[in-house]
């Protein structure tokens, strides 16, 4: 009878306690589509004293570092998060010959190429399917389907956390702090749930996304990043007025001159649009590629089981190579493509102000857009009688652009803000789906 193969397991938080529980429940299936039985050697853990149900407490310890130095493991699974020591313990994994299977964007946004490189030359497998938007196969399409095509862009909801408090904003009325306190409840949030509601988790995986769809290293701060913090419900308002629901959207294009922009912002859906409809901890990603066209990817995005679906995916892909002796070398960062600067980045905007009601203004206003070579696709303006305004200003604007870059759409924002006839509060969000 053929060998188990070892498995270590680090972190047993929200997805790691659902990975042990899937392998020590489900063995006999495992084997059977492996060909070997999975045999889980070790769990690194934080802390001892925490009941962990189903689980032997002699595969515990604290000492992570002397589980990934054994030379004997065939897979590593790092589920603890963060850079280090996430970072040195995944290098030691590969180093002595383990396959690594990891969920940590944040690591693998810093990383990737590197990490990728070490496992190429030691003949390991990196597998990583749960590292962006959760369950949902995306990974795995573009480094193996869609690898033959060329993809032109990636635009999609890929953080679970954000997109529940939103959508329970805006369907419940629910305040942001205590939709956050329910993500970070039902383990949808990230350790430290700033990054969730900055954008920085979406901009990992925007740039992990972006370099695997256009053959390039892009690293997190690559990735221009605005989160939800600053969505107001007076914007959730102007997006109900034009037909929108508020969404953080991660958006990766090609350009005509073969660079790329890659960015992470709340913007106002079109309802419309299939992404409007994505309700709660869910994820989706549009590919858009020269062959295939349009793709749409849709399912959880967070969660313990559904992101440990996705683990076990790599698990058994990983086992299967692991049994034949082979690894599957997938890092194909030959492009070299460069990040064009966010200024450069195209986009439809609605921009939101309150301006003098005399003659004129309006006209004024239209003017400071076609200044700057910015087209007005609509108009609408309300009178502020009922509702509280800045004295002096009692009319609003809000105003849908056609295409444009952000670098003109910024100086149109500088230059509103700087006019008398416009209040000081000149609001901005970007438009999909119109
Ligand atoms: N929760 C989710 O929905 C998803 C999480 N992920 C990723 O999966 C990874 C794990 O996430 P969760 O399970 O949600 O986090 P978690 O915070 O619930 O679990 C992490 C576990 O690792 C332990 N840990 C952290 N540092 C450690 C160290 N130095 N030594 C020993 N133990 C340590 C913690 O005590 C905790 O039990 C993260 O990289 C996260 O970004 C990816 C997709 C979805
Ligand atoms: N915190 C993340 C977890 C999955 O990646 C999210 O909310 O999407
Ligand atoms: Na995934």
Redesign the pocket.
Known sequence: MSKPLKVVL????????QVARIILDEGDTLEARIGRRLELVGI????MD?ERPGIDPALLT?D?ESLVARDDLDIVI?????ID??RSLVRTAISNGASVI??????LAEDLGELSRLAEEKGVDLHYE??VA?AIPIIRPLRESLVGDDITEVMGIVN?TTNFILDKMVTDGVSFDSALAEAQQL?????DPTADVGGH?AAAKAAILAGLAFHTEVKGQDVFTEGITGVTEADIAAAESMDCTVKLLAVAKLADDDRITVKVHPAMVAKKHPLAAVRG?YNAIFVNSREAGELMFLGA????S??AS?VMGDVVTVGRNRRRGTAAHMSSGYTRRQVAPIGESRAQFYVSFEVEDRPGVLAKCAAVFGDHNVSLRVVQQSYLEDEVHEEGFPARLGVMTHTTTESALADVVAELRESDFVGSEVRVMRLEGF
């Open positions: 680090l972190g047993a938080g929200v997805v790691g306690s690194g853990v934080r802390r925490v604290t992570l790092e589920l603890i998060g963060g020591p996430a990891s969920a940590n964007k944040a690591l749960a590292a959760g679970g383990g949808y949030a990230e350790a988790d901890a995005g967070a969660g313990g559904p992101t996705a």
